[in-house]
């Protein structure tokens, strides 16, 4: 419990007047634009939208900014700004095999339909400081070559068609979509719901999580099927307009796990799967989220639930940093009464232990 | 009016939904700068905004595994618009992000894609040049991405 205190007011004002001004750094170096933000620290901005839940690039730069850089704090900003505009609706889902694909890789089939594509990656650099970026380095032109115009199927598409591994289970016309944004989460809860949490939950807790995962806490032998990234085209079905409008387009990455089998006396043995989309070119939270994904899918799949990335409450509860860090951040607030009162109690214990020490006679009989 | 009629009234309102998509899903990429620009090259009609220009939010769906039910993604940012040509059309604007100017502009351009007076000029001044300009975007990007996929060689080892 925490009381309102009066007092203080001029205190926190200059407070956070010294804020903005710390913010702002040194006077003389110049300072950052959003459009540098949104550019150069793409990456960053791409995570505050995920876990923010909103994909706006403008806004997720301006709470990047607004923040200091402090990643949890700009999605909490963009959070709160997101409850400031009306709802339209919702789009219809988006077609991730139609994505204009800038990074495809399998890692279970080399010769996947459409290649193998790198794209914009991290990975085979040397993760040594550059140290030709710490002042004005040109990157020279990306190389070009003919762009094929084969699709690219999604893996899972591929080993679904011998059915080697299971079907996504298809949308059920009875039952509305789950939004946790409008209903408080309860238990159990369905895959849509879960998928929704983790797309927004935060990137760490679902990093460890399915790393625990893979160290034998709830194992399931997941190999990664696919990565994507690219655009996909979004359109919404706009009711006075009369068809589904295109809005533009929006740079998703998904992951397909292919994990290890299922079946039964009924059922011919087949691969199953975890899922994982998120906002922007977010490779290590959809990894995470779908193999979290398939944990928390032990339940129907009659596996045992043993290890805590398998237990839903456990996970769905735990997920969001912004709610993670009301709770943790809400002990700086004034406790004084609280801690007054646990004080006196304390007070009170210790004279009674002096007391029982004083007289030896007493603790004996206790005893 | 007899069955042949009805379903050539049919065909031409599905030819217009498919023309006006077409168009708006060219205007939503386009900047709206670069909309506006175009628009300068046509003597435009009177017209009103039917609804003021308005931000709002829509919640973007994926389907599990790609392919399954439908979930909820996230949000995003939205803009709307709604305009009427003295003539009558009515134009519909809808774009990602904030820009209330843009979903009017796209209004227009949708109101203009319905009227027989102006859906020529608007698409060879407006809708072309932005198509052009966001096919030669998109191949660009497509010619980087492709050098980037591997090529796969298999080296012998041993003597075979």
């Known amino acids: 419990m925490y009381v309102a205190v009066k007092g203080g007011e001029r205190a926190i004002e200059n407070a956070h007047r010294l804020l903005a001004r710390e913010r702002r750094g040194e006077a003389d170096v110049p300072e950052i634009a959003l459009a540098q933000i949104s550019g150069q620290l793409a990456l960053a901005v791409d995570r505050v939208m995920s876990e923010g839940s909103l994909y706006d690039r403008e806004l997720a730069a301006l709470a990047i900014k607004q923040a200091r850089g402090d990643m949890i704090e700009a999605i909490f900003l963009v959070r709160a700004f997101r409850a400031t505009l009306p709802r339209f609706g919702a789009t219809e889902p988006v077609d991730t095999g139609k994505m204009q694909v800038r990074r495809r890789i399998s890692a279970i089939f080399k010769d996947i339909p459409g290649g193998q594509i790198l794209g914009p990656t991290f990975d085979y650099t040397h993760r040594l400081l550059d140290p030709q970026l710490a002042e004005g380095f040109v990157p020279d032109e990306p190389a070009v070559a003919e762009a094929s115009s084969a699709p690219t199927p999604r893996v899972t598409d591929i080993l679904g068609r011998d059915g080697l591994i299971e079907s996504s289970s298809p949308a059920s016309a009875r039952q509305a979509v789950g939004d946790l944004t409008r209903e408080p989460l309860s238990f159990p809860a369905d895959r849509d719901l879960r998928l929704q949490n983790l797309a927004r939950g935060d990137e760490g807790f679902l990093l460890a999580l399915g790393y625990s995962s893979q160290r034998g806490y709830g194992r399931n032998h997941p190999f990664a099927g696919e990565i994507r990234f690219g655009e996909v085209e979004v359109e919404f079905p706009a009711e006075e307009v009369g068809f589904a409008v295109p809005l533009g387009t929006i740079e998703l990455t998904e992951c397909q796990m292919v994990n290890q089998f299922k079946g039964s006396a009924t059922e011919a043995p087949c691969f199953t799967r975890g899922y994982g989309l998120a906002f922007g070119q977010s490779e290590r939270k959809t990894m995470s989220m779908a193999l979290v994904d398939r944990a928390l899918r032990a339940r129907e799949l009659g596996e045992e639930v043993l290890a805590p990335v398998q237990d839903e409450e456990f996970v769905m509860s735990h997920s969001d940093n912004v709610q993670a860090t009301g709770f943790v951040e809400h002990l700086k607030l004034p406790h004084y009464v609280d801690f007054q009162s646990e004080l006196g109690l304390l007070r009170k214990l210790r004279d009674e232990f002096f007391q029982a020490e004083a007289r030896p006679e007493l603790k004996e009989a206790a005893e | 009016?007899?069955?042949?009629?009805?379903?050539?009234?049919?065909?031409?309102?599905?030819?217009?939904?498919?023309?006006?998509?077409?168009?708006?899903?060219?205007?939503?990429?386009?900047?709206?700068?670069?909309?506006?620009?175009?628009l300068d090259a046509i003597m435009l009609p009177p017209y009103e905004q039917l609804r003021e220009a308005e931000n709002g939010l829509v919640m973007l769906r994926g389907r599990i595994g790609g392919d399954g039910a439908p979930f909820n993604l996230g949000?995003?940012?939205?803009?709307?618009?709604?305009?009427?040509?003295?003539?009558?059309?009515?134009?519909?604007?809808?774009?990602?992000?904030?820009?209330?100017?843009?979903?009017?502009?796209?209004?227009?351009?949708?109101?203009?894609?319905?009227?027989?007076?102006?859906?020529?000029?608007?698409?060879?001044?407006?809708?072309?040049?932005?198509?052009?300009?966001?096919?030669?975007?998109?191949?660009?990007?497509?010619?980087?991405?492709?050098?980037?996929?591997?090529?796969?060689?298999?080296?012998?080892?041993?003597?075979?």
């Open chain 2, 75 to 160: 949000e995003a940012t939205v803009s709307r618009a709604a305009v009427r040509l003295g003539s009558g059309e009515i134009g519909f604007g809808y774009t990602l992000g904030r820009d209330r100017e843009k979903a009017r502009m796209i209004a227009l351009c949708d109101a203009l894609v319905q009227s027989d007076e102006f859906a020529g000029s608007v698409e060879t001044k407006v809708i072309a040049p932005l198509r052009a300009g966001l096919l030669a975007r998109r191949q660009q990007r497509a010619a980087e991405t492709a050098a980037t996929k591997v090529d796969f060689y298999t080296m012998v080892r041993g003597e075979g």
């Open chain 2, 1 to 38: 009016m007899n069955a042949r009629d009805k379903i050539k009234e049919g065909q031409a309102a599905s030819e217009m939904i498919v023309r006006r998509k077409a168009a708006m899903a060219v205007l939503a990429h386009a900047k709206t700068a670069e909309i506006s620009a175009h």
